[in-house]
């Protein structure tokens, strides 16, 4: 009966550290470029940059700047192969999910020299 108890706690504790941490994961973080910069190859379970992406989406801070005005808030787009029908693509970090296996990306597709699409993807 004591092993019962104990591995019913341990498996009440696992589940609610994992539905904590997708809470805090799923929180925007208001944009800041200096921790944006920073975070270019955060590989922790919780980076920054993918909580501020969200923000910079909600608000659409992104639609109708320039690339240049782009690479001026966000740095230069990360070098990668992945979603080659974007024109600017930025690594947020590990995807949101309890496995963290795949990350997430910010793609911008650009229209007449401006943005006029930026989303969330997989790998």
């Known amino acids: 009966m004591k092993r019962w108890k104990i591995a019913t706690v341990s498996l009440l504790i696992g589940v609610a550290g994992v539905a904590a941490h997708r809470w805090n994961v799923s ?3 208001a944009f800041d470029r200096t921790v ?3 975070g270019d190859h955060d590989t922790s379970m919780n980076p920054p940059r993918l909580r501020m ?3 910079l989406l ?3 801070a992104i639609i109708g700047k320039t690339r240049a005005e782009i690479e001026s808030l ?3 787009p990360t070098r990668t192969e992945y979603f080659s029908n974007y024109d600017m693509v930025y690594w947020l970090g590990s995807e949101r999910s309890g496995y963290g296996v795949d990350s997430e990306w910010l793609v911008v597709r ?3 020299g401006r943005a006029n699409e930026s989303e969330i993807f997989h790998d």
């Open 110 to 112: 650009l229209s007449e």
């Open 58 to 60: 909600a608000k659409k």
């Open 36 to 38: 944006w910069l920073a």
């Open 74 to 76: 966000l740095g230069p």
């Open 27 to 29: 929180r925007p973080l």
């Open 53 to 55: 992406a969200d923000d």
